[in-house]
């Protein structure tokens, strides 16, 4: 009976736990994530000099621009997964540079020059 009191008693005092909130999932940012200033129609000249220049997002400029004298600025980011414009890597453009052509043969599993090495 007291158990039954104590919980009534609860209900009415304290307050009713909140219904937890429906978030959207945040986006998790891409570590090279990459924007390009895109000049407007009126654009000023420093919007044309960055035209086509890749910045990381977090070290781009902030828009309007510094030397911005337009009263509407239209200037806007053009965003790229990576700030590297194609395959920069040898194996990536198919061309051996240390003469080897095809799949790694090694067994990685003995690693090392002496015998314990691989255990």
């Given at each position: 009976m007291a158990a039954n009191l104590l919980e009534r008693a609860k209900t009415m005092f304290l307050s009713p736990e909140p219904a937890p909130v429906a978030r959207a999932p945040r986006k998790v940012p891409k570590p090279h994530h990459a924007v390009v200033v895109v000049p407007g129609r009126h654009a000023c000249n420093e919007a044309y000099a960055l035209r086509g220049r890749r910045f990381?997002?977090?070290?781009?400029?902030?828009?309007?621009?510094a030397g911005c004298g337009s009263a509407q600025c239209e200037c806007r980011y053009e965003h790229h997964d990576d700030r590297r414009k194609g395959l920069r890597r040898a194996r990536?453009?198919?061309?051996?540079?240390?003469?080897?052509?095809?799949a790694e043969l090694r067994d990685r599993s003995k690693r090392g020059r002496r015998k314990d090495d691989g255990r």
């Open positions: 990381l997002s977090r070290e781009a400029p902030v828009l309007p621009l990536d453009l198919a061309v051996a540079i240390d003469g080897h052509e095809g």
